[in-house]
């Protein structure tokens, strides 16, 4: 299985250098695509890396390739990097927003595999997975050609359907919805649909979130004090990443408690 863990010593900080920026509330800067980040140092180490979210750069701190910037720098491209071979850095760039895209996808079908309630569509999602993989392993061309969004779709059509059989019939509808500063503390939301719902800064203390679907989900800046997102479905470290909490709040065991979260 496809490692889905960044290894930035093993990537020569693509995420760095290959999307645009814009200055907001998360990057302190303008960055066009495919430019270097002014803090990034000749090792391809950030220089200010200990001191991200301090420095206005909290968008970086936060970001999560699924392990996709090693798997283009080490398998695709071989090793060579980009200022090294100047002449493969628009091939590589390209190559590296599918391949995100693919490994996020592959977390996806990871999880909706282990779910033993998802089983009726377990064919369909490993044969999902195992088209997904063969994608990854094409080369820079044919990824940059890859329609991902017609991918992603016919992906999506069974890990929507593996959410349904996971979180059951008598959910709360709430794909979408603005929930952004609402107050949430305490509320019931198991196995709710909250793909692609707006939660910017709500309040979730001590929410009940088992078995939510939350694919999508922006949670950034959402309080997750002593909510349970154990059993949350689609989860991901972005999300966890950029979203606060502390030692009371339960995660799934394949997401690490980021070390910005109180105790």
Not at 194 to 205: F, M
Request: glycine residues 10%; hydrophobic residues 45%.
């Amino acid at each position: 299985m496809t490692d889905l863990r960044a290894d930035c010593t093993r990537c020569f900080a693509l995420c760095c250098v290959a999307p645009a920026f814009a200055a907001s509330a998360d990057f302190a800067i303008d960055k066009p695509a495919g430019r270097p980040c002014v803090n990034l140092l000749a090792d391809f180490r950030c220089g200010i890396h200990d001191g991200l979210r301090e420095h206005g750069f909290p968008g970086c701190a936060v970001y999560d390739c699924f392990g996709a910037g090693q798997r283009v720098a080490q398998e695709t491209f071989g090793g060579r990097d980009w200022r090294t071979h100047p002449d493969t850095a628009g091939r590589m760039f390209a190559a590296f927003a599918v391949m995100r895209d693919l490994h996020e996808l592959l977390w996806y079908l990871s999880e909706a595999l282990a779910r033993p309630a998802a089983g009726p569509v377990h064919d369909e999602l490993r044969d999902s997975l195992a088209e997904t993989e063969r994608l990854t392993r094409q080369d820079a061309e044919s990824l940059a050609a890859l329609d991902i969004d017609a991918h992603r779709c016919a992906v999506d059509t069974w890990l929507r359907r593996a959410s349904e059989l996971i979180r059951g019939s008598r959910a709360q509808e709430l794909r979408g919805a603005d929930l952004m500063g609402r107050d949430l503390r305490g509320a019931d939301l198991r196995g709710a649909n909250l793909r692609g719902a707006y939660l910017i800064g709500a309040d979730l203390q001590g929410a009940d979130l088992r078995l939510a679907d939350v694919i999508g989900a922006d949670l950034r800046g959402a309080n997750l004090g002593g909510a349970d997102l154990g059993t949350a479905l689609y989860l991901t470290r972005f999300q966890v990443n950029a979203a606060r909490g502390d030692a009371a709040t339960t995660l799934p065991p394949a997401i690490t408690r980021p070390p910005h979260w109180t105790a």
